[in-house]
């Protein structure tokens, strides 16, 4: 990988050969943007139902709670589904809570399953735990310069042309790829946003009887 090129970033999802003008982001938000309407709908009913155990949801206030959760979840999935941006860190929070609430969840099932010996609950557990991860993972990528700025458009779509050599390939920890030169890429290779090694072991050890 140039150490030059080892910063300019773009998001999963990216055709390498994706026509001039393309957006790069376009996938990876169509599919944060389905998560956020999931999320969204989720985090109400969840609210709802712990509102609903304490008696706190009864006659015209639990229909109110819900008319106003289920529009403002609906309103920001709409912004973010078009990229404004005001519904960017409202997406954002939508995301973080569902993860809490997932890991609530799987928390809450997995005492119960040591406890009282219920062992099919930890399948929930590992689904809660899972749902947790994933939620949570949309949400961090947030911080991610190229995505903020592929979101808000503010990022030329010709800026990440590719030198000769170069292809772009996913960083199998982020949301992200990078320029790289497949040939010169090894075990001490690193991505610049996440830290994470970008050849696998497997891959190194299987190259490596193969050499050998």
Not at 28 to 54: E, K, P, Q, W
Not at 65 to 75: E, P, Q, R
Not at 109 to 117: F, V
């Amino acid at each position: 990988m140039s150490s030059s090129r080892a910063d300019e970033m773009v998001l999963a999802g990216s055709a390498p050969t994706a026509p001039p003008g393309a957006d790069p982001i376009a996938h990876i938000h169509r599919g944060t943007s389905f998560i956020v309407l999931v999320d969204g709908a989720i985090v109400v009913y969840l609210l709802a139902t712990a509102l609903a155990s304490m008696n706190l949801l009864q006659g015209t206030p639990g229909t109110v709670f819900l008319a106003t959760g289920v529009f403002t979840s609906l309103y920001i999935y709409s912004g973010y589904r078009n990229r404004k941006a005001w519904a960017y860190w409202p997406a954002v929070s939508i995301l973080f809570l569902a993860s809490l609430m997932f890991g609530l969840l799987a928390l809450i099932n997995l005492l119960q399953a040591i406890l009282a010996g219920y062992l099919t609950g930890l399948l929930f557990v590992f689904l809660m735990g899972w749902a947790a991860l994933g939620s949570a993972r949309r949400a961090i990528f947030h911080w991610h310069p190229g995505y903020r700025s592929g979101y808000l458009r503010t990022t030329p779509m010709d800026s990440f042309d590719l030198e000769d050599g170069e292809m772009l390939a996913a960083c199998p920890h982020c949301l992200a790829v990078l320029a790289i030169r497949p040939t010169q890429l090894g075990g001490a290779d690193r991505c610049p946003h996440c830290g994470g090694a970008l050849v696998g072991q497997d891959l190194i050890n299987k190259y490596s009887d193969e050499e050998a």
